[in-house]
């Protein structure tokens, strides 16, 4: 598995497409810093967590990195790594030559993935440091250690949710031999299921099916996209006390007090989150080892 | 044969899809360093075979062990012994020969040492030794089916599984690669290839199968084969005098073991038990009849195969 972990690294590194998606991050930090500087100033400072602040604010027509620019670029990320992993190789005949050689079948899966996870944390650790470091000459103001905390474990997040978003494109590339379709329907399910623009849509459909807020969340916490959103706005909105608050409505909002969180009643919170998203992960892998455990794996 | 260690041996193995049977109950059974060719029209279920005996195909009933190991349950150890050239053999395009050749033998835990030694020798084995540093995706198809025979050979297999091995090659690629896997048995590799070229095998194998329909129709060496098909168990010898007269064919009849003989013109063909060429050479010049030629009937797989698929 090493092997085969250290051949894609390899290749991932050499790839124009690594290329594009680094340039994809550098845009999505140069857009999340030039955000930033835009609003930090009006922004609240009065929860002390003024270096969150630098991965939340939003300018006018500028959205903010955490909210809006990460969870719309992790999952492009996320399929961009995974949607050939198997049937490319399928069809070019290499599968079928590393498979006589003595190796388990999930370690090609294993591999593959794993080689796209470090790929994606190096890119959105980037990412991160590159708004960091700016940002730190920006506004001059150091991070307390409980931010670099929330930052790092809002890190594992992406992580977690791009590795989601990963598997579900190498469970398509195991079920579709054609590289095309394996491309489209992970990216079809993000349009609709994952994407912050047509959310809309989506909370307009579920309310409609569920009536009471406990059925409204547990139908959107089907949605690794709205997982993620709920951990993000626990982890880095330190006074947001708990996840509901994202379906209930505005006027509940203003009873509740707005004082900041500790960090570790934030991660109980997003304890549920965390453990939902790895679960939708490992399921897409189940469905992807037992579908390629069976397969035919000659080209045709 | 019956001395001889049997390294891979099926029983009644079978795999069919959507009901249709592509192998079916084949019980093959292969010798240790023996050169095996498996013949057959396409779709016969040569490479279904292939694939089963490395555990790459699931049999849907019957057995296939390769080195006393069960393809189906024990496919990794099969796969540490054998070498196997798919049909269509496909390469990283974007690495060199040599570092397609080095991710092989990584995947077989060789270490960095003996692997460098290794890709230059079986480089060397198969005419590539000058374009070992260039990108596979610069290859022609020949070349890649070349490079594909050295990955085989660059994880020492004790059992080689070609599908194909000639394919795309020119003719003198084809006279190498022929010789080079002829010379496999004595380091100790056994051969199942799988071919079209009917005289490759001929010139190779040491036993050959024709599969039809999933089915061995026959199996057994060249000599054998050829007997059984077109002679029905006999020697078939021909000789050529100047001319013929019936009491030489009356002479020739009374040698004990000869069945039959036919003239054509000056032809004479003679069915017998055995190789009975001195006795009937001896029984022709003592009846004074110039001798021109005699020879006994080789068998080419061509007519082996052509008897087999006109009447099959």
């Known amino acids: ?300 | 044969m019956s001395q001889k260690k049997i390294v891979v041996e099926t029983k009644d193995l079978t795999k069919s899809y959507d009901g249709v049977t592509v192998v079916d109950h084949l019980n093959l059974r292969i010798a240790e360093n023996e050169v095996f060719g498996l013949l057959g029209p396409n779709g016969a279920g040569k490479t279904t075979t292939m694939l089963m005996l490395l555990g790459l195909t699931e049999p849907t009933s019957g057995t296939a062990r390769v080195f006393g190991f069960d393809s189906t349950r024990e496919p990794l150890k099969v796969k540490r012994l054998a070498g196997y050239l798919p049909e269509k053999v496909g390469f990283y395009d974007n690495l060199t020969a040599r570092e397609n050749l080095k991710f092989i033998a990584q995947l077989n835990n060789i270490s960095d040492a003996e692997s460098e030694r290794l890709i230059e020798q079986t480089l060397e084995a198969v005419g590539m030794a000058e374009t070992a540093d260039v990108t596979v995706g610069k290859f022609s198809r020949g070349m890649k089916q070349r490079l594909g025979i050295a990955d085989v050979l660059v994880k020492k297999p004790k059992i080689a599984i070609l599908d194909e091995p000639t394919a795309g090659l020119d003719p003198e690629g084809i006279i190498q690669t022929l010789d080079l896997i002829a010379s496999l048995p004595k380091t100790g590799t056994t051969v199942v290839l799988s071919s079209h070229r009917l005289y490759e095998v001929q010139r190779v194998c040491h036993r050959i199968g024709i599969l039809s329909k999933g089915k061995m129709v026959i199996e057994g060496s060249l000599d054998e084969l050829g007997r059984k098909a077109l002679a029905k168990g006999r020697y078939r010898i021909e000789v050529e005098t100047t001319k013929t007269s019936p009491r030489l064919i009356k002479v020739l009849k009374e040698i004990s073991g000869v069945r039959k003989v036919e003239t054509k013109g000056n032809l004479l063909q003679i069915s017998a038990d055995s190789d009975l060429r001195a006795e009937i050479a001896k029984v022709v010049v003592q009846s004074d009849i110039p001798l021109i030629q005699m020879k006994i009937q080789e068998f080419s797989v061509d007519d082996i195969y052509m008897k087999y698929f006109h009447e099959g």
Not at chain 1, 91 to 117: E, M
Not at chain 1, 203 to 216: Q, T
């Open chain 1, 1 to 300: 598995m090493i092997t085969i972990l250290r051949k894609e690294l390899a290749d991932y590194f050499t790839s124009i497409r690594c290329f594009i998606l680094f340039s994809l991050a550098l845009l999505a930090s140069a857009g999340g810093l030039l955000a930033a500087y835009q609003g930090i100033r009006g922004a609240g400072s009065e929860s002390g967590f003024v270096f969150l602040n630098l991965f939340t604010t939003s300018a006018e027509k500028l959205p903010p990195l955490a909210i809006f620019i990460i969870p719309f670029f992790v999952p492009i990320i996320g399929i961009a790594l995974g949607f050939d992993a198997i049937n490319s190789e399928r069809s070019s005949g290499t599968l079928n030559r590393i498979l006589s050689q003595p190796v388990y079948r999930d370690s090609v899966i294993n591999g593959k993935f794993l080689a796209g996870i470090v790929t994606l944390a190096i890119l959105m650790a980037t990412t991160i440091l590159i708004v960091s470091g700016y940002g730190l000459r920006m506004i001059g103001v150091p991070p307390t250690s409980e931010e670099i905390i929330r930052l790092f474990l809002y890190f594992v997040f992406i992580i977690i949710y791009g590795g989601f978003w990963m598997g579900l494109a190498i469970l398509f590339s195991v079920l579709f031999r054609s590289v095309a379709i394996s491309l489209l329907s992970p990216l079809a399910l993000w349009i609709f299921f994952g994407n912050p623009v047509f959310n809309p849509y989506i909370s307009f459909i579920v309310p409609a099916v569920g009536k009471s807020v406990e059925a409204i969340l547990l139908l959107t916490r089907f949605s690794p996209y709205f997982l993620f959103s709920e951990a993000t706005m626990v982890l880095l909105f330190p006074q947001w006390r708990g996840t509901e608050l994202l379906v209930v409505p505005e006027t509940t909002l203003s009873y509740m007090l707005l004082n900041p969180l500790s960090l570790g009643q934030s991660i109980l919170i997003v304890w549920p989150q965390l453990t939902a998203l790895i679960a939708l992960t490992l399921i897409c892998f189940a469905v992807s080892y037992v579908v390629f455990m069976r397969q035919e794996i000659r080209p045709t």
